[in-house]
């Protein structure tokens, strides 16, 4: 419709507008159809034509850039119910950011339901979602419904029929399985992916590691990006598999990290061997020695020791340098073999208090059971609830009320509410949402009970994910199945 057509129309809407008859201004072509025995009839056809041609040919055409979409993959689990939705999205506006969003979607998907895709979508860049989002990633990024379609199992002829997310889903689920099989897709068909992908599968390697891979990893040692050989190298590490041999002269950054530990002894009886970082004389000493903790690797530091890794950590004195035990269990963290890990998990946390939270550097190489271990110590002592917004990969949905209960965190819940101190009170309402994310349903439904005789407004929007998370354990209507 060009200019003139569409001034026309503004002039008959204009009067009809104005209550006037307009027949006689319309185009001629428009005068045959609209031909009736009386003015009425006239107009009211007039004005069906008038409509249709506002409504068709006025209507913008798209841009040519736009790409005609598929249809958004179904998902493996059901959509959450309808009768949900609202208490989903009083949790979903509350929750902060994408991870705390995440984390929403996270809880209902523990209970089997995914989200309506008006209420949540996982952004394409973001990693952390749940996997059962991966083919709405995938669809995100562009991936082609053709592909989807025929997704079976991922092989080497497969291997491009994958877009990243659903191929990280797939490749995590076979080194969990059969390592092997997922070593070799990663090999031959990681070698022609750019250095970012290359990173992020070879990353993708911790999981179900074993000295099976050892011979790859080591291949990696000539890999043209050096994150990649920074990775393969610390995946090495956490195999036992020491690090490039040095002389032990001025150049070797294990000798150097060396000298900042002095040895000691303890007992009068039974004298044992100890390990603590010695006082620091400068900002330039400080600043290298948290290089050189970053830069080497756990084993090569206490081979230099002539001691095992568990035998090192059982004789490090914490406490003496707060940036040295940060230093140290990071660097076991990202180095240090499993059982050492372990260990060291299992001793911050019966030392309780801040050393205890050292253990959040741990959390990507900790089971459920030494993560839930740490929780209930955060929760036992309440001194430090902040720290639950920073546990990684923690589970959804099963803290029972006996762990509030029995420690310290319920009775300083029901202080902050009903104090006068508001910063204390927003502090606590984020609490409430940690905890939401965490308890079980039972536990949910207890806690919003306790918090609001305490004096928090039943409206209040830290409920949301307690509610949410309590309502997601009713039994579904009938409209639901």
Known sequence: MNE?????????RDGWISGGAMFEFAPVEWKGVATASSPDEQERRLLAIAAQALDVALRPAAPHVLKRRPPL?????????????????AALKYAADARLKTRVATLVASRGFVLHPMDWMPAAS?????????????????????????REHLTAETWDDFYPAARRTALVDLRRTMP??????IETKGASETAEVRLALIELMRF?????????????????SGKVREMAGRLLARLGERGNPTD????DPIAELAAFIEEGKS??????????PIKLKSPAQQARRADLFVSCYFGDLVARFGKTESDFIGAWQFGVDDGADLFLVRMVS????????????????????????LVLQLMLRLDGGRKRVLIRQILNDAQNLAALNLVEGAEAGWLEWGDLANGKTLSALRSAVSGDNDVTKRSAEQYLEAIGFLANPVTAEKLIGEIVAAGLPPASPSLGLLRLNAALAESPSQSDR
């Open 208 to 224: 179900g590691l074993g000295t099976d891979d050892v011979p790859f990893l080591k291949s990696l040692s000539a890999d043209r």
């Open 248 to 251: 032990g002269g001025s150049e």
């Open 73 to 89: 993959p179904v998902l493996a689990l059901q959509m959450l119910p309808d009768r949900l939705r609202p208490p989903l999205r």
């Open 267 to 276: 007992g009068f009886i039974r004298r044992r061997t100890t390990y603590a």
């Open 334 to 357: 990202v180095s240090g073999g499993d059982a050492a890990v372990a260990g060291l998990a299992d001793l911050l946390v019966a030392a309780g208090g801040k050393l205890a939270l």
């Open 126 to 150: 973001y990693q952390e979602s749940p996997d059962v989002y991966a083919p709405w990633v995938d669809w995100q990024a562009g991936a082609e419904s053709e592909k989807q379609s025929r």
């Open 4 to 12: 003139l057509e569409q001034a026309g129309l503004a002039r008959l």
């Open 180 to 185: 092997a099989l997922a070593r070799a897709l």
